[in-house]
């Protein structure tokens, strides 16, 4: 038998002991019974409510706690898993944060100018335990950025794994995984910080050193 306790207690990212986490779960999943689909309105409500904006992360430690995300309307994978995994515990489901390299053939060209890849480095998801067993959800992409990049859009309901789109409306392949880093009960942000330097040493060039690392890209 799993160990849950440790997915269904705050951390210091996935701080779902805060009063925003807490009101904002609870004002979403009002009137609602089921369990069942109290997840599945967090689930929706975080992929549209804010939408997917991978060319701003601000890598401090304070920046990617999960309350912090609800005083915006975007947010890039890792904030958007983190702040599903926190919502989740409020619920009293046990979460955890996975996270993987992805490798998008359908990357912008902004993305992949910037980046010099087309490889998604740290890639962020999450695994629910829901009637006995591990589910993979993955809130990041919103309805709007799907329909402008011509993929369906990612549904979840709470009895398979919903992870990625494997093609386009079209049939042409979109992304798949080529790297799994496991789970964790918060954010491992060292390691985060260490696999963006590790791919993409040119962004931090000239930002390193500074207190603040603001990355647009």
Same mark, same amino acid.
């Given at each position: ?12 990212? *996935? ?9 904002? *779960?609870?004002? !979403?999943?009002?009137?609602?019974? %089921? !369990? ?80 010099? *890849? %087309? ?41 398979? %794994? ?23 009960? %918060? ?9 963006? !330097? ?20």
């Amino acid at each position: 038998m799993y160990d849950l306790e440790p997915y269904l207690t705050a951390g210091y990212y *996935t701080d779902s002991d805060h009063p925003s986490v807490i009101e904002y *779960t609870l004002k !979403k999943v009002e009137g609602i019974s %089921d !369990k069942k689909a109290q997840i599945i309105k967090i689930y929706e409500a975080v992929r549209d409510e804010f939408k997917y904006y991978p060319y701003h992360l601000i890598l401090k430690p304070h920046a990617l706690k999960a309350h912090v995300m609800l005083h915006k309307d975007y947010g890039y994978c890792v904030e958007k898993s983190n702040l599903f995994a926190a919502c989740m515990r409020v619920l009293g489901v046990p979460a955890r944060l996975c996270f993987a390299n992805v490798r998008n053939h359908l990357a912008t060209e902004k993305v992949e100018s910037y980046l010099k *890849t %087309d490889l998604m480095v740290f890639h962020g998801y999450v695994e629910i335990y829901f009637e006995g067993k591990w589910i993979k959800a993955t809130p990041i992409f919103d309805k709007a950025l799907c329909e402008r990049l011509g993929v369906a859009v990612l549904d979840f309901d709470c009895e398979h %794994d919903s992870v990625f789109q494997e093609s386009d409306k079209s049939g042409n392949p979109f992304m798949h995984y080529e790297h799994d880093y496991g789970c964790f009960r %918060d954010v491992p942000f060292e390691m985060f910080l260490s696999e963006l !330097k590790k791919h993409y040493p040119h962004l931090f060039e000239k930002r390193i050193h500074t207190e603040k690392i603001i990355i647009d890209f």
